[in-house]
């Protein structure tokens, strides 16, 4: 039965079997999609000109065995026929479906599927909230529970664009915080919570931090290169002594 029948205080609401399916960057396998309970839309790629499907026709390990010995790898978008196959088989047992392709900056597939739901009259919801990876997954984890408490493939797509709009405006708000940590990050590699926390909250304090970090390290690498002609030494006397 396609509708899941509510009776709440005498009347009669019904909620609609939503779907969830986004596509294989999202690292989610076809074995992990089916215990998820989300479908997923393999990515197809290009191995010295021969079409693979990720984890159909070639698994994750033979992908990256494959680029280990240098073979010559395409990626490219699914096929529109395969998009509508997956959503138009999926729409057999459920009402609407909310699909999560990877980031239209990185791919024209989120497009295409935007095109591709105009014709199915709102039962396809496309969301563009610009992720991949892990990301990706976690939108999908997130829409599949905004289903389950009973939003509509409609509101997820709202709500999951919102999220995505709240994103951008805070690491806007934080640009220039943003910019210091990845400074930081690249002079030094790692960094303290203490040190994090002065991104916010003392800039200044930060700077005089790292200069204090120089120092420290220049200190270091003196005193190793110091030991390390001493040991040099000492093994030149014991080779003339003996």
């Known amino acids: 039965m ?23 960057n999202s690292g989610i396998t076809q074995a992990q999609g089916r215990e998820l309970g989300i479908f997923v839309m393999p990515m197809p790629f290009y191995i010295n000109d021969e079409l693979f499907l990720e984890d159909i026709t070639l698994s994750q390990e033979q992908f990256y065995q494959r680029l280990e010995e240098g073979a010559d790898v395409k990626t490219t978008q699914p096929a529109p026929g ?7 088989r999926i729409l057999k047992d459920y009402d609407e479906l909310v699909y999560i392709p990877m980031s239209s900056g990185l791919s024209s597939s989120c497009e295409t599927a935007v095109m591709l739901a105009q014709d199915y009259g709102g039962r396809v919801q496309v969301v563009n909230n610009q992720r991949i990876s892990v990301t990706l997954r976690q939108s999908a984890l997130d829409a599949q529970a905004l289903a389950a408490a009973g939003r509509s493939a409609a509101e997820i797509k709202a709500l999951l664009d919102h999220a995505y709009a709240r994103c951008r405006e805070i690491l806007s708000q934080n640009r220039q915080a943003l910019d210091r940590t990845a400074e930081y990050l690249l002079e030094f590699e ?3 919570a203490e040190d994090f926390a002065l991104v916010f909250d003392d800039p200044a304090a930060l700077e005089q931090r790292k200069e ?11 005193e190793e290169k110091a030991h390390q002609t001493r040991l040099q030494a000492e093994r030149e006397a014991a080779q003339k002594a003996a």
Do not use: Y
């Open 2 to 24: 396609n509708k899941t029948h509510i009776a709440t205080m005498g009347e009669r609401f019904f909620m609609s079997k939503i779907a969830i399916a986004t596509d294989s």
């Open 82 to 88: 395969d998009v509508l196959e997956l959503w138009d």
């Open 190 to 192: 790692t960094m303290s």
């Open 212 to 222: 204090e970090e120089r120092k420290h390290r220049l200190r270091k690498a003196e």
